[in-house]
């Protein structure tokens, strides 16, 4: 029901109750404010969105969520560790991600960050998304991602958050559009074995065969796999171990495949089932020192351990 319905009814009620009510004294304030969407918040309660967020570290809990962030895929590779195995990578880079909002219960009734990814030109945005960028005071960015956080993870507008918020040798959680493939038939699409390349198959061999039964039902039930669109859709890959880091470019190198193509956004968060240790992650992100040279620094490595895999089964 809308505020408009509610204060009408309110209204009403208190003619029905005082019917001698002079209908031509002057409309308040309080009968104004009954059709108004104010009508919904109590006046107890206080909405004060003077939030101030302070950019330091904190002490991460169990319960505990930090914010994600956006990369775009260059492409994969293989690298070999210092064991001898052949680990296949695929490159992500960091592409100046900043805190472009921040989402308050008071103000939103959410606890959220958007982040925005890259740098565009304004005659290539829509004039909200410019209005957007300029009531928050940050630069013009590609792509923005809302991320769900707790309390204790927000982060005041305009942080930078580099490659380090990740550390090496943790699990991540990446999503992605997949590749677009087209229409495609039943075998490509769902891997069906299709019939006889010989012995009387005529032009049926790359068909899905029988899609139903008889007279009963009488009919393709829904969701039967069947040709059609292949590709293009929003996908997550669990559990992407982190490889390594190197902070001088923002680059990240994962194990394993992602979704999407090259030159493609991918969203990554910490890993839902496979949960880092809080202990080793920086908390709301990584603040590097004012006299930090980030040019100079060295890629960073996950541990190992000091074990050979290949000489433990001796």
């Known amino acids: 029901m809308t505020a408009v319905s509610r204060g ?113 030109k304004e005659k290539h945005l829509t004039k909200p998304e410019v209005g957007h960028f300029r009531a928050q005071g940050v630069p013009l960015k590609r792509k923005l991602r809302e991320f769900p956080v707790t309390e204790d993870a927000l982060l005041p507008i305009g942080t930078q958050i580099s490659v380090r918020h990740f550390v090496p040798g943790q699990y991540v959680d990446v999503t992605g559009i997949t590749k677009g493939k087209g229409f495609q038939g039943a075998m490509k699409r769902w891997g069906f074995s299709g019939g006889p390349a010989t012995h009387g198959a005529s032009l049926s061999h790359r068909s899905l065969g029988s899609t139903g039964q008889r007279d009963a039902p009488g009919k393709v039930f829904k969701g039967k796999k069947m040709p059609g669109r292949m590709g293009g859709k929003q996908r997550t890959v669990k559990n992407v171990w982190v490889y390594k880091i190197d902070p001088a470019r923002n680059l990240m190198w994962v194990r ?18 496979k949960k880092p240790d809080i202990s080793m992650l920086p908390f709301p992100t990584y603040f590097s020192p004012e006299d930090e040279d980030v040019s100079s620094l060295e890629p960073l490595v996950a541990d190992l351990g000091d074990t050979d895999p290949f000489m433990a089964a001796d």
């Open 256 to 273: 394993g495949q992602v979704p999407g193509n090259e030159g493609n956004f991918v969203f990554i968060k910490d890993a839902w089932y």
């Open 8 to 120: 009408l009814i309110s209204y009403l009620r208190n003619l029905s109750i005082n019917p001698h009510r002079n209908l031509s004294a002057p409309i308040t304030n309080q009968f104004l404010r009954s059709f108004s969407s104010d009508a919904l918040i109590d006046e107890g309660e206080s909405y004060s969105s003077n939030r101030i967020i302070e950019a330091k570290a904190r002490v991460m809990t169990p319960n505990s969520k930090r914010t994600g962030v956006i990369a775009v895929k260059c492409g994969m590779t293989a690298l070999w560790d210092k064991w001898g195995a052949r680990v296949p990578i695929t490159v992500l880079w960091f592409d100046e991600n900043i805190v472009s909002q921040v989402k308050t219960p008071e103000k939103e009734g959410i606890t959220a960050l958007q982040i925005g990814c890259g740098n565009k």
